[in-house]
């Protein structure tokens, strides 16, 4: 079945950066189209980013564009998130998930970043 794990995560000041992994196993992860997703306290699953099989085409939501940077290894099986210019609006838990809506998504790691 599929298996999404997620890394990463820490605590930062607003302006830092982190760079989160997700490793996936149990499924043909090259042939997946694949996601990022956060949940911030207190709100629902929030679409941040997509990237095709190949890793050519990515999409971004309006409130990371420019400062997150999704990729991929398609032959170690793992999703990256670089996330640069962090903002205190980008705490929240990350996943990564191969569905837009997160219904399938690894157990997540946290991002907080401070003021």
């Known amino acids: 079945q599929v298996q999404l794990v997620e890394s990463g995560g820490g605590s930062v000041q607003a302006g830092g950066s982190l760079r989160l992994s997700c490793a996936g196993s149990?499924?043909?992860?090259?042939?997946?189209?694949m996601y990022w997703v956060r949940q911030a306290p207190g709100k629902g699953l929030e679409w941040v980013s997509t990237?095709?099989?190949?890793?050519?085409?990515?999409w971004y939501s309006d409130s990371v564009k420019g400062r997150f940077t999704i990729s991929r290894d398609n032959a170690n099986n793992t999703l990256y998130l670089d996330m640069n210019r962090l903002e205190t609006e980008d705490t929240a838990v990350y996943y990564c998930?191969?569905?837009?809506?997160?219904?399938?998504r690894g157990q997540g790691t946290q991002v907080t970043v401070s003021s």
């Open positions: 998930a191969t569905d837009r809506s997160g219904s399938v």
């Open positions: 149990g499924f043909p992860f090259s042939t997946y189209v």
């Open positions: 990237i095709n099989t190949r890793g050519i085409y990515t």
